[in-house]
């Protein structure tokens, strides 16, 4: 079975995809952290972002490794590195590359044959695998993602600010749906969570719940 988990910044995605993952003995993808691993093996090779016939020689070579929920980068454990502002820039702008997301697609897809997976990012549902048995939206307005995102970054750097991280996240969220390739939208048959109100563990009921109804007899 492949449940499809989409949506912005922010949104709880990652924290209620590995939540649920966990509880019923699904595999969980991060594909975002895909992207963040590409982006960071640049910024760590000094590399232009916007150089992409340097870019796509390192797509090639591109090593990585995801096991039990760690991101490995030529054998390197990167899997805290990769959450930094930097490198989440970094992958929004290596995002729009279509080399870059046919490769990564071509791995999510492999990885999750034959398996029952959550897979959380932005293209999901709509490109990755249309055909998903179940596909979710997440959303949230802008300034509570933020306010997310800021709590989650504070715990690492004292004098993270919250307006710098409110307009990062709405930098974003436009270039990642303005974009030509897979841009970020709702895919025409995924059910809509707004997240604003709800508790994590609100939105984790709510599609565990989901799963388990569409599931039945499938795992
Ligand atoms: O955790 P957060 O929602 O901040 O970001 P993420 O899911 O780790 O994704 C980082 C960036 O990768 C996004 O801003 C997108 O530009 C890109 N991405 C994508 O294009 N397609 C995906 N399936 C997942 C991420």
């Known amino acids: 079975m492949i449940v499809a988990i989409d949506g912005p910044a922010g949104s709880g995605k ?17 594909t975002g952290a895909m992207y963040r ?24 070579d591109l090593n990585i490794d995801m096991k039990n929920g760690k991101f490995y980068l030529d054998n390197e454990d990167v899997s805290d590195k990769i959450r930094s502002r930097e490198v989440s820039s970094g992958a929004s702008k290596v995002a729009r590359i279509k080399e870059v997301r046919e490769k990564m697609v071509d ?12 897979l959380d990012g932005r293209d999901i549902g709509t490109v990755v695998f249309p055909n998903a048995d179940l596909k979710i939206y997440l959303n949230a307005a802008s300034e509570v993602r933020a306010k997310r995102r800021f709590e989650e970054l504070k715990e690492k750097d004292k ?10 996240i709405e930098e974003r969220d ?6 030509k390739e ?8 995924a059910i809509v969570i707004d997240t604003t109100d709800f ?21």
């Open 14 to 30: 990652s924290t209620v995809s590995k939540m649920i993952a966990d509880d019923i003995g699904f595999i969980y993808l991060d």
């Open 37 to 60: 691993l590409f982006a960071y093996k640049l910024i760590k090779e000094n590399v232009d972002m916007d150089n992409n016939e340097e870019e796509l020689r390192i797509l090639e």
């Open 107 to 118: 791995i999510q897809r492999e990885f999750s044959k034959s398996k029952n997976v959550i």
């Open 159 to 168: 004098n993270v600010n919250y307006n710098e991280i409110l307009k990062e």
């Open 174 to 179: 436009y270039h990642d749906s303005s974009r």
């Open 182 to 189: 897979s841009p970020l939208r709702i895919a025409d048959d």
């Open 199 to 219: 508790t994590i563990d609100e939105v984790k009921k709510k599609i565990k719940n989901l799963i388990i109804t569409k599931g039945e007899g499938k795992w």
